[in-house]
Nanobody, 126 residues
Framework: QSQLVESGGGSVQIGGSLRLSCATSGITDSLWSMAWFRQVPGKKREAVAA???????KYADSVKGRFTISKDNAKNILYLEMNNLKPKDTAMYYC????????????????????WGQGTQVTVSS
């Protein structure tokens, strides 16, 4: 059974950095798609960054230049390096996966991911 477990969230000051990790299990396919999403209470979940087994990477405009998504295939861990954090980055961050490829233009589409973690909270304050 496929499982995702996020970690690395916490509280940080404006301009600080955090690295989120998503440990994957049961996803050993050679073709896969993974992404980070975030959600603020009362708002729709939004895509932050996506990556797949072809190393095609997408970022939301709001995080370009500040966030970096990567995957350690040997350890089966997905990462999200977040720098220059802003209060608007405060949210619950979720790791998502699909055991197949997604057309690149749809990599940031929430409904195409069918495996989700429980989330890790990120809070950015002054």
């Amino acid at each position: 059974q496929s499982q995702l477990v996020e970690s690395g969230g916490g509280s940080v000051q404006i301009g600080g950095s955090l690295r989120l990790s998503c440990a994957t299990s049961g996803i050993t396919d050679s073709l896969w798609s993974m992404a980070w999403f975030r959600q603020v209470p009362g708002k729709k979940r939004e895509a932050v960054a996506a990556i797949d087994s072809r190393d095609i990477i997408k970022y939301a405009d709001s995080v370009k230049g500040r966030f970096t998504i990567s995957k350690d295939n040997a350890k089966n861990i997905l990462y999200l390096e977040m720098n220059n954090l802003k209060p608007k980055d405060t949210a619950m961050y979720y790791c998502a996966a699909r055991r197949s490829l997604i057309v690149p233009v749809q990599q940031m589409t929430e409904g195409l991911y069918n495996i989700w973690g429980q989330g890790t909270q990120v809070t950015v304050s002054s």
